[in-house]
């Protein structure tokens, strides 16, 4: 028989806790300048996220800020940096490991870049900082089935299409991610006081 008390002369009782599975988002503000230290520059990096993230089923990107990318430089695998190159109008940027998008390549070979891309920034202005949000342009955002049952970093690097040169710039950047996780727990209304009768604990309406 479930016990019930009185609250200000109503007999109420818990309810009863209902187990279930459910997704909770979390949101993280990552900037370059937070990259492990043996990495010097800013367009290829890994950064700590602050816990292990358990069961993510979803990564998005929700918004991003760059410098101008007058302000860019290429870096190439022999060393050589400070490359100059022709304004884009886009660039990319990769996850390691996580990456969901293909690429074409040069010369219509019929060879692609697969799993090369985790998103893409449109540049809208020479000399303009780059500004990304949801509302700004097409959503970002990459499904996991199964989960990634850890994340505890991310290896960070961009280009340009085509290229394997690093892209990177002399001052920092930043960008938020959203992480969507499973979680096995109780639903809202499980601590909730209540004389509803599916969800009071049994017996309450029979004493």
């Known amino acids: 028989m479930n016990r019930t008390y009185d609250y200000n ?34 367009g290829d990096f890994v950064v700590y996220l602050p816990r292990v993230y358990e069961n993510v089923v979803s990564i998005a990107i929700t918004q991003a800020e760059f410098p ?44 692609a870049y697969v799993d090369s891309v985790f998103a893409k920034f449109q540049v809208t202005s020479e000399t303009e900082p780059i500004f ?40 920092n950047f930043s960008f938020s991610i959203e992480l969507e996780m499973l979680e096995n727990s109780f639903d809202d209304y499980s601590s909730f006081e209540t004389r509803v009768a599916d969800r009071a604990n049994s017996g309450f309406f029979g004493c």
């Not at 040169?165 to 001052?171: A, V």
């Open 9 to 42: 002369g109503v007999q109420i009782a818990q309810s009863r806790p209902v187990q279930k599975l459910r997704s909770v988002k979390k949101t993280v503000h990552i900037n370059s300048g937070d990259r492990d230290v043996v990495y010097p520059l800013n």
């Open 68 to 111: 101008a990318i007058t302000n860019a430089r290429l870096y190439d695998q022999s060393g050589v940096s400070g490359i100059a190159f022709t304004t884009p109008l886009s660039f990319f940027m990769n996850f390691e490991g996580l990456n969901k998008c293909d690429e074409t390549a040069f010369g219509a070979d019929r060879s």
């Open 132 to 171: 990304y949000t949801e509302g700004s342009g097409p959503e970002i955002k990459e499904y996991y089935r199964p989960a990634i049952s850890k994340l505890d970093r991310l290896r960070v690097s961009l280009k340009l299409h085509g290229s394997n040169r690093i892209l990177y710039w002399p001052t």
